[in-house]
């Protein structure tokens, strides 16, 4: 109805009119009806699984047997009294988060302040760091594990070739370390989503704000804290939810590097509920984990719902 | 526009500004692309060469076979199962999504925004919170390692961003135009195939595009519910791939790129669409 009010005001009266016939005119029925399919589907994939799944998470199961044991929450304790790797795969998750907040959206918000500008070339510069977005998470692993291989690996080469010798690991094999290079190969990926919602970002902001600020005299770094930054507030919003959304939905990527190894060292909260469910037949202890990872996700994703739903 | 955030950055006078924005360019484009190049490299090398100098060098000579073996190896299977999946999942995954958003955006529905508030929850919870169900249900519908059964899944999972989007463009429709076709009578199946999906011709293209590579790419769904060799997808056959050929390197690039190539197309020719199609998510 928006669309209405801009037009002149004869055509609102016409308009309004027409609107409130279409109205009355309109059954609920049919509006059902071009939803059923896509909601009917929806919620048999999507919404029942997940009800079930926090249903299930109060069951002692090991998925085969026709009978379940009511335990209610002590999954849960179970979980975090006495499964080592959860919180080790929950550190990795923070670490994760932490770098997904900083890293890809810091990098994203600086490729696009410089590519922002129209110069010769720069729609090639865009396409070449956008482009590892393209590329599925298990392939992303896999060039990356080339990379990180001891002997023959481009990184080990490289520092051996530069006198660094001292700083060659077995990158995906050190406990220690091994989550960091898998992060930084994450990061390779993530970096192009932020970078191309900055840069729509940046084409609402009006010139004339720029040069009014450079005539007050503001020097480049004063512009971007004063003029540009505040102006995407909303960009940077919705940047951080998503970062933060896909970075706890991480998975392909550590399956297909380390999966899950060295010593469980490198799991995630999503890697480990595959392993507890599908590998060691607990169920009830799987779909716990999936909670955990649902609320901590709920954290980020309901301001993001919010947001999304504001203009309704 | 040239005046507005990159050029102030260095001091100086224009020409050396220039120069050093154009020289970190290159060198950081150069750094971000060596993973890809790596994999380019090794894809046309003979093993041989690959242990005796590392990834990074140039093949001493080019060596399609890797393409061909691997092809052969099973790649060739994986891949026509991506395609069939692909090609099914995106335009019956646009068809259900585009009804929904329309009737949430021009049907007057009083429940329209609890309806999309609804959908939207589907873009966050992460998947592992429906595996067991879900694997409960093929099980019963029999359609586990199927690529039926993860096509329905694909297209269940695919309707909160579809919708998101395809809304995201109905919205800028204007009303006017709908209720006009109103007052002539025409019904709403076809004011939504007549003149909604037409006028949202290039959003279709864009969910299309996004759609297809999501798609494409997945993994876990693929991981969980197809078993048997012969019915894995890319991704999935191309990490089983790694595990049973770890030291045939060559190869596995080759497969790899084999893999990519698509993708590497359809970006490459609907680039702009992309941009649409996120721009699309934010309206």
Request: charged share 10%; hydrophobic share 55%; proline share 5%.
């Amino acid at each position: 109805m928006e669309m209405l009010t801009s037009l002149k005001s004869e055509k609102r009266v016409l308009g309004r009119a027409i609107a409130a016939k279409a109205r009355s005119n309109s059954h609920e029925f049919l509006p059902w009806l071009f939803l059923a399919p896509a909601v009917l589907i929806y919620s048999v994939i999507v919404i029942y699984p997940m009800l079930y799944s926090a249903y299930l998470s109060l069951f002692r199961w090991d998925g085969i047997s026709p009978t379940k044991v009511f335990v209610g929450l002590e999954n849960y304790v179970i979980l975090f009294t006495q499964n080592d790797v959860f919180w080790i795969a929950l550190k990795n998750n923070a670490i994760w988060l932490v770098a997904a907040l900083l890293l890809p959206t810091s990098i994203g918000l600086g490729l696009a302040l410089l590519l922002n500008t129209r110069f010769r070339g720069s729609h090639i510069f865009r396409s070449i760091f956008y482009f590892p977005a393209v590329l599925s998470l298990a392939v992303v692993g896999l060039i990356w594990t080339w990379i990180y291989q001891p002997d023959l690996g481009l990184l080990n080469q490289m520092l051996v070739a530069l006198g660094l010798k001292a700083f060659t690991r077995n990158w995906l094999s050190d406990p220690q370390i091994a989550i960091y290079p898998v992060i930084v190969a994450a990061t390779w990926n993530a970096v192009g989503l932020p970078m191309l919602l900055y840069l729509a970002g940046l084409q609402t902001i009006p010139e004339e704000l720029h040069e009014a600020a450079k005539v007050e005299g503001a020097g480049p770094i004063r512009r971007f804290l004063y003029v540009t930054f505040p102006l995407l507030r909303e960009t940077t919003l919705i940047v951080l939810a998503i970062t933060a959304i896909n970075a706890l939905k991480a998975y392909d990527i550590v399956y297909a590097m380390t999966n899950g190894g060295p010593a469980n060292k490198t799991q995630l909260l999503s890697t480990w509920m595959y392993f507890l469910t599908y590998n060691y037949n607990q169920v009830g202890l799987g779909t716990a984990i999936a909670v955990v990872l649902f609320l901590l996700t709920m954290i980020f994703a309901i301001p993001y719902i919010r947001f999304m739903t504001r203009k309704t | 526009m040239s005046e507005t955030v990159s050029k102030p950055v260095f001091s100086g006078n224009k020409s050396t500004r220039t120069a050093l924005l154009y020289g970190g360019l290159i060198l950081a484009a150069l750094i971000w692309f060596t993973p890809v190049v790596t994999l380019v490299l090794t894809a046309f090398k003979d093993a041989g060469d690959f242990a005796l100098n590392g990834a990074f060098s140039i093949p001493k000579s080019i060596r399609w076979e890797n393409f061909s073996e691997a092809w052969q190896t099973g790649v060739q299977n994986y891949f026509w199962n991506s395609v069939i999946v692909t090609s099914i999942k995106v335009p019956a995954g646009i068809v259900l999504e585009s009804m929904a958003a329309f009737a949430l955006t021009h049907m007057h529905f009083k429940w329209a925004d609890r309806i999309f508030t609804y959908i939207l929850i589907g873009l966050i919870v992460p998947i592992q919170m429906t595996l067991v169900p879900l694997t409960l249900l093929m099980n019963a519908l029999n359609l586990i390692d199927t690529l039926t059964g993860l096509i329905i899944l694909y297209i269940g999972f695919g309707v909160p961003f579809g919708v998101l989007v395809m809304r995201g463009f109905f919205r800028t429709i204007p009303a006017a135009l709908i209720e006009a076709a109103r007052i002539d009578g025409a019904s709403w199946f076809r004011i939504f195939y007549r003149i909604a999906l037409p006028v949202a011709l290039p959003a279709v293209v864009s969910l299309c595009i996004l759609d297809g590579v999501a798609t494409w790419n997945e993994f876990i769904l693929a991981q969980i519910f197809l078993r048997s060799d012969e019915n894995r997808t890319l991704p999935l056959g191309l990490v089983q791939f790694s595990t049973q050929f770890a030291t045939q390197y060559d190869q596995l690039a080759a497969a790899v790129l084999i893999s990519v190539v698509p993708v590497v197309l359809v970006f490459l020719f609907f680039q702009r669409y992309f941009v649409a199609g996120m721009g699309g998510a934010l309206k």
